[in-house]
C-alpha cells in the first residue's frame, strides 16, 4: 500500500503588501485606495499548493518576532 509523502521545504515566507488605487492614478497627489497583506514568498506559496492537493508538508524558516511573524506563523 503506498503511503503519501510528507514534504519538508526550507525556505521563505513574508508578507507580501500590495496597494491598489480607486481611481486614475494622479502623479504627485494623494491617491485614495486599499491595501492588502497577504502571507506570500516562493516556497511558501508552493508548499500551500502542495497542501492543498491533500499532501503533507512543513515549511522550516526563520521569522521575525513581530506581527508580521505572528502572521506568517499562523
Do not use: C, W
Not at 13 to 20: E, P, S, T
Not at 25 to 35: F, H, L, R, T
Amino acid at each position: 500500500m503506498p503511503t503519501s509523502p510528507n514534504i519538508l521545504a526550507l525556505g521563505g515566507a513574508h508578507i507580501d503588501r500590495r496597494g491598489q488605487v480607486s481611481g486614475p492614478y494622479v502623479p504627485a497627489a494623494s491617491n485614495p485606495g486599499i491595501m492588502r497583506e497577504d502571507v506570500g514568498g516562493g516556497v511558501f506559496n508552493a508548499l500551500r499548493s502542495i497542501v492543498k492537493r491533500g499532501v503533507s508538508a512543513s515549511l522550516l524558516s526563520v521569522r521575525g518576532g513581530d506581527a508580521a511573524g505572528e502572521t506568517v506563523a499562523s
